[in-house]
Nanobody, 121 residues
């Protein structure tokens, strides 16, 4: 199973960005999907996740009201829409796939390579 994340870049504070993660080599429609992020010198942290059938999403308190996750099972792709970005959102963002939606790194079987998001003040 391979995950390919894209869409990162440099954005000003208050701006928006959409990340995409395309999954190949597995049965995307059976996976719970999530986004994690890792800032320099910090541990990787859960950001937001979605169940295989999009019936439930979970997000970290730090992104509530600003980040939204969605998926298109026909395109094997999960999206992260980020709005009202803050400098503290700067990190490498990773998409991850699992058979069960969880918040811990260890819950995920497959990982993308990461895409860098930089928010300038």
């Amino acid at each position: 199973v391979q995950l390919q994340a894209s869409g990162g870049g440099l954005v000003q504070a208050g701006g928006s960005l959409r990340l995409s993660c395309e999954v190949s080599g597995g049965t995307f429609s059976t996976y719970a999907m999530a986004w994690f992020r890792q800032a320099p010198g910090k541990e990787r942290e859960f950001v937001i996740g979605i169940t295989w059938d999009s019936t439930a999403t979970y997000r970290a308190d730090s992104v509530k009201g600003r980040f939204t996750i969605s998926r298109d099972n026909a395109k094997n792709t999960v999206y992260l829409q980020m709005q009202s970005l803050k400098p503290e959102d700067t990190a490498v963002y990773y998409c991850a796939a699992s058979y069960v939606l969880g918040r811990g790194v260890d819950a995920y079987n497959y990982w993308g390579q990461g895409t860098l998001v930089t928010v300038s003040s």
